[in-house]
């Protein structure tokens, strides 16, 4: 069975840190691209991370909103895609989830669907 497994919300004062994993099973996520998104109560949906590859390389991709605070990478031998989040202030309190295009390979983050998603993972940041 295909899914997306988020962990490693919580609850950090403004400043802390968190790291959230998304978990596949089901597929070989370094062959996919894997958007990490929010969505906090009253607000849109934001992609504030998307990690995709052409098979030789990663590229990234951060929103403003998190650029330089946020970080996503790969635990190739887990099946597993990460997001470092330090810095933290109560703005990035929201749901998170990661989510997934399984319908082609190696699609840039642009052109991914991101129809594939997980259940999210709160983040409450308190200040």
């Known amino acids: 069975q295909v899914q997306l497994v988020e962990s490693g919300g919580g609850s950090v004062h403004a400043g802390g840190s968190l790291r959230l994993s998304c978990l596949g099973s089901?597929?070989?996520?370094?062959?996919?691209?894997i958007g990490w998104f929010r969505q906090a109560p009253g607000k849109e949906r934001e992609m504030i991370s998307c990690?995709?590859?052409?098979?030789?390389?990663?590229?990234?991709f951060y929103a403003d909103s998190v650029k330089g605070r946020f970080t996503i990478s790969r635990a190739k031998d887990k099946n597993v895609i990460y997001l470092q989040m330090d810095n933290l202030t109560p703005d990035d309190t929201a749901l998170y989830y990661c989510?997934?295009?399984?319908?082609?390979?190696?699609?840039?983050?642009?052109?991914?669907?991101?129809?594939?998603r997980g259940q999210g993972t709160q983040v409450t940041v308190s200040s």
């Open positions: 989510a997934t295009d399984l319908s082609v390979a190696f699609l840039s983050c642009t052109s991914a669907d991101f129809s594939t």
């Open positions: 089901g597929f070989f996520v370094d062959y996919y691209t």
């Open positions: 990690i995709s590859s052409n098979s030789r390389e990663d590229s990234k």
